[in-house]
């Protein structure tokens, strides 16, 4: 029987029938201060931002043992829950036992002081849960998985789940990485000097996903309406503050959503996980405000409040040309966006989150439906400030011969996704569907600035120890 009772529970203010009676708390120490008679001890357990105050007499309690009491210790505390004396907290402990359960020697415990920056935070990836920042970030993560299934869920919506390792590279083989059982320093070559994966473990070969998707299309057009969450993989070698070799992605797709209905669906969906994260999170997000991004409870509700603004991809980049702004791209026609170009658009012209719609069809997959000009296709991506490109999507092409034309133009293999061409074959209909990089919301909710920092374990280009 677990006795003792979590800080977020204590602090939340509902505890009348505790109050004056003996509790036990357990967690870490973040600071110990106090006098000759007494210590204050800030106790943290990881349920809330906020810590509890433990009050020691020193006259009560071994020299020694207090000496032990120093921030990263571990302590399991029995004591009266009593009003607080002091200000900036309800409720105190007034301890009458401390149990140490491990120390955190105040000469090599890393995180003996406060105000580290990210990036040592980054060295020390295995203890930096235990600051104040990752807690809030960790914590805010959770609920913003738990609001994505929550937001299906309540929509109809079914969880899908969708394979990890695939033998489809059609989205691009560069960016994957290979799965394999074979013995790299003896590769079985065939008779034409190729590694011959026939010998593989699948018999062929596979990578890890880059995506759900083409599977959730299978899902939608069998339940309806579908969504993944899962994690996705790209060897992509780019060293960038968004970009990471694993992360994880929400992709929605559903049957008889055309590209209007798949835009209100994503306008939808972000400002609901905003709500939830202001309605839910409010300590958390307060302190991110305060410690990270002084902007990030304004920008929060600015999007919660403004319509995202439509508008196709050529006007766009009328837009840029005729801006007067230096880019370090080039802008012209046809050109994929980069970064700085959906930043201008989004943060200094409209200054409001865009969707641009209806995108060169050469820079975009050969699975989104093409438009009536011969040019262009039914994508959208949703374009967020301080982030860029937060969900990539479209409706897709369910016309069997046009998308086998456009497979065909791009020289895709498709021996391996006779699969996917079937759903076209039989029964298709007009359907739609998104891809949500779940830290690039993470990084819009807390407001860090760099995708290392908001999930727990970061995969990067020659970074894989914890
Ligand atoms: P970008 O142009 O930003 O590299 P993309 O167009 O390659 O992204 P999509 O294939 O459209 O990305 O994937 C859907 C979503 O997944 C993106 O909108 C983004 O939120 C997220 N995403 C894509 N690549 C990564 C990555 N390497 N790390 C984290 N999130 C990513
Ligand atoms: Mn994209």
Not at 15 to 40: C, D
Request: with cysteine.
């Amino acid at each position: 029987m677990i006795k003792h009772i979590e800080i977020a529970r204590l602090l939340k203010g509902d505890n009348e029938q505790l109050m004056g009676t003996s509790i036990e708390v357990k967690g870490w120490v973040r600071t110990k201060r106090g006098n000759k008679h007494v210590a204050f001890i800030a106790l943290n357990d990881g349920s809330t931002i906020n810590n509890l105050q433990v009050v020691a007499d020193v006259e009560r309690f071994d020299d020694e043992l207090l000496k032990r009491i120093t921030t990263g210790a571990c302590l399991h505390v029995t004591g009266k829950l009593v009003a607080s004396q002091g200000s900036g907290q309800s409720v105190e402990v007034q301890a009458e036992q401390i149990e140490i359960y491990g120390e955190a020697s105040p000469e090599d415990y890393p995180l003996q002081k406060k105000g580290h920056t990210p990036e040592f935070l980054r060295s020390i990836a295995h203890m930096r849960p235990r600051t104040n920042t990752y807690g809030a970030i960790l914590r805010l993560r959770h609920h913003m998985a738990f609001a994505i299934h929550k937001y299906y869920n309540d929509h109809g919506f079914f969880y899908l789940h969708t394979p990890l390792i695939t033998s489809s590279d059609a989205e691009g083989a560069g960016d994957m990485f290979h799965v394999t059982t074979l013995d790299l320093n003896h590769l079985p070559m065939t008779e034409e000097g190729k590694v011959d994966y026939e010998q593989d473990f699948f018999g062929k070969h596979t990578n890890l996903t880059v995506s759900g998707q083409l599977e959730g299309e299978l899902g939608a057009l069998s339940l309806g309406k579908i969504y993944t969450f899962g994690p996705t993989f790209r060897a992509e070698n780019s060293n960038t503050p968004r970009h990471l070799a694993e992360f994880w992605m929400i992709e929605p797709e559903m049957a008889f959503y055309e590209l209007e209905d798949n835009m209100d669906l994503a306008e939808d969906f972000l400002k609901y996980l905003i709500k939830y994260a202001i309605d839910n999170c409010e300590d958390d997000l307060k302190f991110m405000n305060d410690m990270w991004d002084k902007e990030l409870l304004d920008r929060l509700h600015f999007v919660l409040e403004h319509p995202f603004i439509r508008l196709p991809y050529t006007e766009a980049i009328d837009i840029l040309q005729k801006s007067g702004q230096k880019f370090e791209f080039p802008v012209y026609w046809g050109v994929d966006l980069q970064s700085e170009h959906e930043r201008y658009l989004v943060e200094k012209h409209f200054k409001c989150p865009v969707i641009l719609i209806d995108y060169p069809a050469e820079i975009k997959a050969f699975y989104m439906k093409q438009n009536d000009d011969g040019k262009t296709v039914r994508a959208m991506d949703v374009l967020f400030p301080k982030i860029g490109e937060i969900i990539g999507g479209s409706q897709r092409e369910e016309n069997y011969d046009k998308l086998m034309k456009a497979i065909t133009d791009r020289n895709i293999h498709m021996k391996d996704m006779w699969w996917y061409l079937d759903t076209r074959r039989w029964g298709t209909a007009p359907h739609s569907g998104f891809g949500l990089g779940f830290e690039r919301l993470m990084l819009f909710i807390t407001g860090m600035s760099n995708i290392r920092d908001v999930i727990p374990f970061p995969r990067t280009p020659k970074n894989a120890e914890f």
